[in-house]
Nanobody
Framework: QVQLVESGGGLVQPGGSLRLSCAASGSIFRFYGMGWYRQGPGEQRELVEGITSGGSTRYADSVKGRFTISRDNAKNTVYLQMNGLKPEDTAVYYC??????????WGQGTQVTVSS
């Protein structure tokens, strides 16, 4: 069982930055692929960025060049650095963990609101 706790969300003006963190329980964090998803009002949950246990990343075209995922296996934590935020980035952001490309575990989500 893996427990995930997100933090770092909040209200930011367009063009601003936030860094989300996701702390995971368990000693086998380094074996899990991790992902950041988001769900805007009335929208389906979508993948923002993912990172494998080996450090390979993938991302949605909408965040290319603006968002960066990283992981610190010593701290059991995955991060999402978000720069150049836009109003359309407003959503609840969720952290996920899983193996073989699946998302087996989810955090509770953290709200990101981009507004002037």
């Amino acid at each position: 069982q893996v427990q995930l706790v997100e933090s770092g969300g909040g209200l930011v003006q367009p063009g601003g930055s936030l860094r989300l963190s996701c702390a995971a329980s368990g000693s086998i964090f380094r074996f899990y692929g991790m992902g950041w998803y988001r769900q805007g009002p009335g929208e389906q949950r979508e993948l923002v960025e993912g990172i494998t246990s080996g450090g390979s990343t993938r991302y949605a075209d909408s965040v290319k060049g603006r968002f960066t995922i990283s992981r610190d296996n010593a701290k059991n934590t995955v991060y999402l650095q978000m720069n150049g935020l836009k109003p359309e980035d407003t959503a609840v952001y969720y952290c996920s963990a899983g193996t073989n490309g699946s998302s087996d575990y989810w955090g509770q989500g953290t709200q990101v609101t981009v507004s002037s």
